[in-house]
């Protein structure tokens, strides 16, 4: 059975209950992978799509351009180039440098959310990344293709948000995001049954062998609490927002 938790939160103004949902795993979700599996030994050629990529990733990415091996692991602060297909029609092309793990709490980060019990049932976590269009298609908006590792073994979803959530944004590539561009992002995941975050993880799919990152959790930086203590209520939005489901 595979094992992968999804979450999303939905908030408005004080007076609004908060929403937030945690979906369990189907048949072709993807999960933290075999324990032991071995690091990908080399590296592929330039201008070479290892095995696991989509289809399209070639023409996707400048020539020459050299895409990390499926299951390589990484330190923070080492970069791998991938590609993964966040529409059927576009292949994007990423160079991500995982940053930082955060632990932080909800009395925190989270000053002035109404939250469910739900909600609170589980520990909320930041990951840090910079990211570059390494590619030739325009990524405007995209969510940012990370799962959160956790010591459970789930892979979690990053939550997404009706409005926005200062001690952690943005959560999704900025509009526009051409060939080129450069952004740090911030991701939130609510990781459930009492485990802790052990990494970020990129896997587009059930098959692909993951690559991932690994390192110390940390304290969220002084400006992200200032943040989380100035935020107040969300704007109002009513419509629940879902992750993105990996292709």
């Not at 032991?36 to 050629?45: I, L």
């Not at 070639?58 to 990390?68: M, Q, R, V, Y």
């Not at 943005?170 to 509009?175: H, Q, R, S, V």
């Not at 990494?199 to 799919?205: K, N």
Request: hydrophobic letters at 40%.
């Amino acid at each position: 059975m595979t094992t992968r938790t999804a979450s999303s939160l939905a908030l408005a103004l004080a007076g609004l209950l908060a929403g937030a949902a945690l979906t369990g795993c189907g048949a072709d979700s993807p999960k933290a992978g075999p324990s032991g599996s071995a690091q990908a030994s080399g590296s592929p050629s330039p201008g070479a799509v290892p095995s696991g990529y989509p289809s399209g990733a070639a023409s996707a990415a400048p020539k020459g351009t050299t895409l990390t091996a499926p299951g390589a692991k990484l330190s923070l602060g080492e970069s791998a180039t991938i590609a993964w297909a966040p529409t059927q029609r576009t292949v994007g092309v990423l160079d991500i440098t995982v940053t930082a793990l955060r632990r932080t709490t909800f009395a925190d980060s989270f000053k002035g959310w109404q939250l469910d019990d739900k909600t609170r049932a589980n520990a909320p976590f930041f990951v840090e990344a910079t990211v570059t269009n390494a590619g030739t298609s325009d990524l405007s908006g995209q969510q940012v293709p990370l799962y959160g590792a956790a010591s459970s073994g789930a892979l979690v979803e990053a939550t997404s948000f009706a409005s926005s959530f200062k001690p952690c944004e943005p959560g999704t590539l900025p509009t526009p995001f051409p060939a080129g561009a450069s952004a740090d992002v911030c991701l939130v995941y609510l990781v459930p049954g009492g485990a802790s975050l052990t990494g970020a993880m990129f896997r587009p799919s059930q098959e692909f062998d993951p690559i991932s990152w690994a390192g110390p959790l940390t304290s969220p930086s002084p400006s992200a609490r200032a943040s989380a203590l100035a935020s107040g209520a969300p704007s109002p939005d009513n419509k629940e927002h879902e992750p993105a489901t990996p292709r």
